[in-house]
């Protein structure tokens, strides 16, 4: 009995340090670390894994082999969580890293749905990662899109992107290095008051050919169209305009234009359109009131009349000088019933200075009159100083042009019919 007693007190130690042991082993075989172990991860990408997956997530990673890609996708900013599962699927199917974090960031899944998107500037659109709206993506492909675009022009200014779409937006027909240039040289003309965008290569066109001009006369030039010798390149007005056609050296009335008149019969010579010859009648009186006698020479012209007067010049003193006093037929304002010359049609006798003169200078307006033909403007309108000739374009607009104290070409070109402004024809000032 000693004997058995003595052998079970050896026995039972080791069979319960055989259990204690083999236990051990089985739990120590079925711990997720060990799994990740004989997949393949080591203590490092074990730690990561413990830290960064949750224990459905680390079990799914032992049971395929190890793909130490896991790890970095979900240390990234772009993990979406949501997508363990493809990601670990994307990684055993040989996919990389970069191309898994596009595939599953919903900016990039945006991005790639916008139109213009390419997929070599995927990192530019990264870098500028928007919140990820459809709007957000669309402007974002566009901006770096067109920025590669314009930095190729040597005068290109990052900051100046919005005024380059702007202008783009405008022109589709100008290439990006166009565009830059334009808004770029743009700058130049930033004083001149009656600069029109739409013009701007016109401005440098002439600009290059006239380098001796100052910026204010390039625009002043090209408003007035005479960047190009008169009676070149003729165009029929635009007589939709009524009491505000242009007629002169580059606009002529159409052929058979014939406008509505009455007599101004008692007020001197001859017939104007309706609404100006009662504002005619109207400053005669105001006139005659102040104490100034003022009368009607020669208002409307017909066709025939002007051609005939045109040839008696071209008669007499040859053409060059029968331009630049008479109007060839159809270019005459008198033929728009709008015009009309008061008291005097000579130089000589030197209207200027008489008191009828200052008195029209300071009310004309009044009646929707403006002085169309002023001093040192030949150049602009194809005409001497002509103090006796008025024209009507109503009192609004009588009013800016004389307080401006410019030519009717120019404030045509600038408030009438500015391509800048394709709804009002010009700026609301
Ligand atoms: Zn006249």
């Known amino acids: 009995m000693e004997k058995k007693n003595s052998k079970l007190k050896i026995i039972l130690p080791v069979v319960l340090a055989v259990i204690v042991i083999a236990g051990g082993a089985a739990w ?5 670390e060990t799994k990740l172990g004989r997949a393949g991860y080591d203590k490092a990408q074990i730690a990561d894994i413990k830290q960064l997956f949750s224990e459905e997530e680390q079990k799914a990673l032992t049971e395929v082999p190890a793909q130490s890609g896991i790890i970095e996708i979900a240390k990234s900013d772009r993990y979406q969580k949501e997508h363990f599962a493809d990601y670990l699927k994307g990684l055993g199917e040989g996919e990389n890293v970069t ?40 402007y974002t492909v566009n901006y770096i899109n067109m920025s590669l675009l314009y930095s190729k022009s040597p005068d290109y200014d990052g900051k100046r992107f919005e005024d380059y779409e702007k202008y783009r937006a405008k022109r ?8 830059v240039a334009h808004v770029e040289h743009a700058k130049d003309y930033a004083n001149e008051k009656y600069f ?63 406008p509505k008149l009455e007599s101004l019969s008692g007020y001197g010579n001859g017939s104007m359109e309706p609404t100006a010859a009662a504002a005619f009648r109207k400053m005669v009186d105001a006139g005659k009131e102040a104490g100034v006698s003022l009368r009607s020479l020669s208002p409307y012209r017909s066709h025939s009349l002007q051609t005939w007067q045109y ?23 008198h033929e728009t019933g709008l015009a009309v010359d008061i008291n005097t049609a000579v130089e000589e006798s030197h209207f200027e200075r008489t008191p009828e003169y200052a008195w029209l200078i300071k009310n004309c307006w009044k009646y929707g009159f403006i002085l169309r033909y002023l001093p040192d403007s030949e150049y602009i309108t194809g005409y001497v100083y002509e103090p006796w000739h008025y024209r009507y374009v109503g009192v609004e607009h009588a009013e800016k042009i004389m307080k401006l104290g410019i030519t009717y070409e120019e404030y045509y070109a600038y408030y009438i019919n500015n391509p800048d402004y394709p709804e009002t024809g010009g700026p609301v000032e």
């Not at 120590?28 to 997720?32: G, I, N, P, V």
């Open 196 to 258: 029109i965008d739409e013009y701007f290569e016109k401005y440098e066109a002439y600009r290059a050919k006239n380098p001796d001009k100052s910026l204010e006369e390039v625009v002043r030039a090209v408003n007035a169209g005479i960047d190009k010798p008169f009676y070149t390149e003729m165009v029929n007005t635009d007589t939709s305009k009524g009491y505000l056609m242009i007629v002169n050296k580059y606009n002529k009335l159409p052929e058979g234009y014939s």
């Open 172 to 179: 589709p027909d100008k290439t990006p290095e166009e565009i």
């Open 28 to 32: 120590y075989l079925t711990r997720t």
């Open 99 to 138: 191309d898994l974090l596009h595939n599953y960031d919903p900016w990039v899944i945006t991005l790639r749905a916008t139109d213009g998107y390419t997929e070599e500037n995927l990192d530019l659109y990264l870098y500028h990662r928007q919140d990820g709206t459809a709007e957000d993506a669309a």
């Open 311 to 333: 040839q008696f010049w071209v008669d007499a003193h040859g053409q060059e000088m029968a331009d630049r006093e008479s109007a060839r037929p159809g270019s005459s304002e």
